[in-house]
């Protein structure tokens, strides 16, 4: 049987006010349509719904049984159809992951979890370590946050620049290259370390280094900038990595930061979710936030903040 699902609203005023010119009134039709209404109701439930009693009408011992239900299902797809509503952050109760790099997770885990729990203790967060390879986490929902230096390569999944970074040298205290200016020659003569999660041991300072005649002689390959810094600190391992996101870590082990005597590009960092959450309130106050977060560490006086843009794809 086809049932018209408007008979639930009618169902749920009949029951609210135990009158056909009340249910009328409320839901603005006429009595006889409300009438016509309830015979349906009756028909399809095969249950008075409602029965006169001199003047006034009385709900059936199934009309009170199903009551409360009936107003649940209504209020349920008002909220459904309707425009939403305003946030409400300490109402709320949500767990979202967010995947970072290890770098940047060091640098901003804690301040976002901070400002998460402030503002909306209901909250929780999921850090999570970025793969080895790329996986499509986002696009299945597992994922709802996301760091890359590159923009994605689905048009489903939506990007926003939040900063750029420059690439600078770290190396232990007392290491030769602190001694005296340093120049291509001498860094390019040093011994390196990469940071790579898949081993990789050259990168875009390698291809940039050979347009020069230059090779870098790479000793090892870390998997993560916090590994790659602690082996700087205690060998005369060289490291190149991004400014900003790694700043933090080198002044707590104390090493020296040098200018890397080589022209890059600025290395841009983007935050990446699926489309499916450009207009969930709850996802935008989470990124946004998030991007409040990773901003702070670009508006340091040793760099110089990027203007940030949401690229929606639309």
Not at 212 to 229: H, M
Not at 250 to 257: E, F, H, I, N, S
Request: charged fraction near 20%.
């Amino acid at each position: 049987m086809q049932l018209d699902l408007n008979l639930l609203t009618a169902l749920d005023a009949l029951l609210e006010e135990g009158s056909v010119a009340g249910a009328a009134a409320r839901l603005h039709v006429t009595a006889p349509a409300m009438s016509r209404s309830l015979g349906r109701i009756r028909k399809a439930t095969g249950d008075q719904i409602l029965v006169r009693t001199g003047r006034s009408m009385v709900p059936t011992t199934r009309a009170l049984a199903m009551r409360a239900q009936v107003h649940a299902l209504v209020q349920q797809a008002h909220h459904l159809l309707s425009a939403q509503e305003e946030l409400d952050l300490a109402a709320l109760e949500r767990v979202f992951t967010v995947r970072w790099h290890d770098a940047l997770a060091a640098a901003c885990g804690t301040a976002l979890i901070t400002a998460v729990h402030r503002r909306a203790p209901g909250v929780q967060l999921r850090l999570s370590a970025e793969p080895g390879t790329d996986t499509p986490e986002l696009r299945r929902g597992e994922v709802d946050l996301e760091s890359s230096s590159s923009t994605p390569a689905f048009p489903d999944i939506r990007h926003r620049l939040v900063g750029r970074d420059r690439l600078v040298v770290a190396v232990r205290p007392g290491h030769p290259l602190t001694d005296g200016p340093l120049d291509l020659g001498r860094y390019a003569a040093a011994e390196h370390l990469t940071v790579s999660r898949r081993g990789r041991l050259s990168d875009q300072v390698d291809d940039v280094l050979a347009t020069r005649g230059l090779e870098r002689r790479v000793v090892a390959a870390g998997p993560t900038a916090a590994f790659a810094l602690q082996l700087a600190l205690g060998t005369d391992l060289v490291v190149t990595l991004p400014n900003a996101v790694t700043r933090a870590a080198r002044d707590q082990l104390g090493l020296v930061t040098l200018p890397l005597p080589l022209q890059l590009p600025d290395v841009p960092l983007y935050l990446l979710w699926h489309r499916r959450y450009d207009d969930d309130r709850a996802h935008t106050w989470l990124r946004d936030l998030a991007a409040e977060t990773v901003q702070a560490l670009f508006a340091s006086p040793a760099t110089t903040r990027q203007p940030v843009t949401d690229r929606t794809g639309q």
